[in-house]
T-cell receptor, first 114, second 113 residues
């Protein structure tokens, strides 16, 4: 979803449940997508990525799904833990070489309820 | 070593001051980036250096002046900033391939009085 004013979209999840964070991207020429996790006071941390020739990629406890038809990405976190509480950004990559740009989505705040 | 370091961690400056932010990586990455992040907003790209040459400038005001003295270092020189420039300034680096991971530093929290 899109942020309104200063408020980030927030997802509250019970510890142990699965989390799904959604993201819409804008540029059909984007060829590479990344999910970042940002904890308070820290820089974004890479979680998982996916190329445009794939529709699913799995990591440890995380899965990214890509639907190019509707320009939609999702991040699934299995068995959500308190340490997963953070802001999650999807990012799309356009261009190549020195002209490659990564553009971030608006972000979703994940709150894990113990 | 997958670390990007940034100094200082915090910086408070007046509108007439000149200061510099520093970013360093020793991963042999050939692309380095400056981003600006306001509270509750995503990072916004400012500059990209590729092989020590400025390749992207996202129409950033001239009061921000980037510099890449060598392949490991990236500076951001600040002069005559405005209070609205207060933000978290993030540096990132990437090896150079189109789908290589971008690694971020912890950022410098800048406050302009």
């Amino acid at each position: 979803g899109e942020s309104v004013g200063l408020h980030l979209p927030t997802l509250s999840v019970q510890e142990g449940d699965n989390s799904i964070i959604n993201c819409a991207y804008s540029n059909s020429a984007s060829d590479y997508f990344i999910w970042y996790k940002q904890e308070s006071g820290k820089g974004p941390q890479f979680i998982i990525d996916i190329r445009s020739n794939m529709d699913k990629r799995q990591g440890q406890r995380v899965t990214v799904l890509l639907n190019k038809t509707v320009k939609h990405l999702s991040l699934q976190i299995a068995a959500t833990q308190p340490g997963d509480s953070a802001v999650y950004f999807c990012a799309e990559n356009i261009g190549s070489g020195g002209y490659q740009k990564v553009t971030f989505g608006t972000g979703t705040k994940l709150q894990v309820i113990p | 070593d997958t670390e990007v370091t940034q100094t200082p961690k915090h910086l408070v400056m007046g509108m007439t001051n000149k200061k510099s932010l520093k970013c360093e990586q020793h991963m042999g990455h050939r692309a380095m980036y400056w981003y600006k992040q306001k509270a509750k907003k995503p990072p916004e790209l400012m500059f990209v250096y590729s092989y020590e040459k400025l390749s992207i400038n996202e129409s950033v005001p001239s009061r921000f002046s980037p510099e890449c003295p060598n392949s490991s270092l990236l500076n951001l020189h600040l002069h005559a900033l405005q209070p609205e420039d207060s933000a978290l300034y993030l540096c990132a680096s990437r090896r150079g391939g189109d789908t290589d991971t971008q690694y971020f530093g912890p950022g410098t929290r800048l406050t302009v009085l």
